[in-house]
């Protein structure tokens, strides 16, 4: 008769810092695989604390009070499955991410993480000291090797932990999202596979946390890297796999093999977790934006129905003389057919009593872009006082192109705090309102069908801060700029790539220009949702201060 293991996978959701809430939900999942008969329940990286925890772990009190919460589950969990559960561990005055294995009421072993990531959104060699090689770990008569997260897409810990006697590989991670990157973790769990000729069980987190979402997908792989299940994306989900050994080595048993939804889809459900998460765990309740009547404010407004529901939403239009009936009838019809609040409210009186306060000071001058910032750091003043008097967060709506080249006013239209769409560009921002409208799933709280109006996909972009006013007045058209933004910022190209790719010489050397100058409003944005290698944050670190410019 063939040998059977089986494991409880939690793809949960922990919360940074809430250290009695995440063992609470180890505790729910451990009960879970206690009921189902499981030999083993498995949790992810760094699930006692949450992740990423960035320095927040290094503090002592925090790390201890994380360890001893541990070792409390270990005493509640006694009887019944192991429980495997990452957290931070501490060997004399050495702090290291850890993956703890509990059993009979303590901690029974201790895998190490060897190789920290030091890249990316990642600081791990700052924060930890790096474990050395080790072995697998033993439940019962089956011996298992846990490479944590980056330690398997390394070929030595996998290599080692097969030579020293693990069965099988369990991979707990904290790999956050971005475009594509399921694939990427495919094919480094494949080679590890096929290098080791182990079955290989690929755990990961789901939640967002600031501007990083985990996306969960878990999944399992056989002989070869064939695919043996896969978990959703971006859903908790606590499933119960069993692995088989027939004499000739262990397998997992095939189980379902959740849809894998293509990108779009995938980038809007990532705004969309990524928001409702960022309110949960913040607190917040509501939410508040201004709605212009353009696309990037829709799409923000229907990003936060479909996350928190139309009665915590509220769109406030703030029109002056500039703004065209057009907005006002469009931004009318995006609020009716979300269902959320909408709120009028005019901003021309204040605006003469600011512009009548400065008269005298600005005798002489003649007015330009500071009486049109005016109009924008009004609204900002006015969004603010709502969310103050009713503590709803105010959302800013301005898209990576715009954060990108400063084509915002700081203290004006970029005040909030939390932005979804930070990290897409404006010509994806087109694309992704078409797809929000021929789209609906499950997991949106807003009504289906065509809720943004076409008017608002198909008009000129403008800010109207001013008559006749064009973002293409201002800026290449967006998917000039945005390809040129793509070669300079995802792809960290120079001028000569832009040159080399058909782009004016000038024109590159302008949209860099701005790039440059513009960090000092980046580095006072809100967060946002993270979509790529190359987001505003901790993908990309520049100085504020930089007279460098590329001379190609």
């Not at 190490?112 to 060699?125: A, G, M, Q, S, Y």
């Not at 043996?228 to 004499?247: C, K, R, S, Y």
């Amino acid at each position: 008769m063939a040998e059977t293991f089986r494991i409880t996978l939690a793809q949960l959701n922990p919360t940074v810092g809430d250290i009695t809430g995440n063992a609470a939900l180890a505790r729910k999942a451990w009960e879970a695989g206690r009921d189902a008969g499981t030999d083993l329940v498995a949790l992810p990286e760094m699930f006692i604390t949450g992740y990423n925890t960035q320095d927040l772990v290094m503090k002592p009190a925090f790390h201890t009070a994380a360890i001893e919460a541990v070792q409390q589950l270990a005493r509640d969990c006694a009887d019944g499955p192991a429980l495997a559960i990452g957290s931070p561990w501490v060997e004399g005055t050495e702090l290291y991410n850890a993956y703890l294995i509990l059993k009979g009421g303590k901690i029974s072993a201790t895998q190490i993480k060897h190789h920290l990531p030091n890249e990316t959104v990642f600081d791990e060699v700052r924060i930890f000291d790096a474990g050395p090689l080790g072995g697998p770990y033993s439940v019962g008569n089956t011996r298992v090797g846990s490479p944590i997260c980056e330690d398997a897409w390394y070929e030595d810990v996998a290599e080692t932990h097969a030579e020293t006697g693990a069965e099988f590989l369990l991979v707990p991670n904290g790999s956050p999202y971005y475009r594509g990157k399921f694939d990427v973790r495919l094919t480094h769990m494949v080679s590890r596979v096929v290098e080791t000729g182990l079955p290989l069980i690929y755990l990961n987190l789901v939640g967002g946390q600031d501007d990083q979402v985990f996306d969960g997908g878990t999944f399992g792989l056989n002989e070869h890297g064939k695919l043996a299940f896969q978990m959703p994306v971006f859903e908790e989900e606590i499933a119960h796999i069993t692995l088989e050994n027939d004499g000739a080595g262990w397998g997992i048993q095939p189980g379902e093999i959740a849809h894998h939804p293509d990108e779009w889809e995938q980038d809007y459900n990532c705004m969309v977790l990524s928001l409702r998460d960022y309110m949960a765990k913040t607190g917040f309740k509501k939410v508040l934006l201004g709605l212009s009547g353009g696309i990037d404010s829709a799409l923000v407004a229907t990003i936060a129905v479909d996350a928190l529901g139309a009665e915590n939403v509220r769109c406030v239009m703030l029109p002056s003389e500039y703004t065209s009936q057009g907005s006002l009838d469009d931004a009318e019809a995006l609020a009716k057919n979300l269902g959320c609040r909408y709120d009028f409210a005019p901003i021309a009186e204040g605006r003469a009593a600011i512009t009548n306060t400065l008269a005298p000071l600005f005798e002489g001058t003649e007015p330009g872009l500071t009486e049109e910032n005016i109009q924008s750091r009004l609204r900002g003043l006015l969004l603010m006082a709502l969310s103050n008097k009713f503590g709803e967060m105010l959302l800013t709506t301005g898209n990576k192109s715009e954060v990108a080249v400063g084509y915002a006013t700081i203290y004006g239209d970029m005040a909030g705090g939390y932005n979804p769409i930070k990290d897409l560009y404006k010509t994806r921002v087109f694309e992704q309102c078409r797809w929000r409208n021929a789209n609906h799933r499950d997991w949106m709280k807003g009504p289906g069908g065509a809720v943004i109006p076409v008017e608002i996909i198909d008009k000129p972009p403008s800010a109207e801060l001013r008559e006749d006013q064009k973002d293409s007045d201002s800026l290449p058209d967006y998917p000039e700029l945005d390809a040129i933004l793509d070669i300079l910022v995802d792809q960290d190209g120079s001028i000569a790539d832009c040159v080399a790719a058909g782009f004016d010489r000038e024109t590159a050397k302008r949209v860099e220009h701005l790039l440059y100058i513009s960090e000092y409003k980046r580095f006072q944005s809100a967060p946002g949702t993270r979509l790529t290698k190359r987001a505003f944050w901790l993908d990309r670190r520049y100085p504020i201060v930089n007279c460098w410019r590329d001379p190609t």
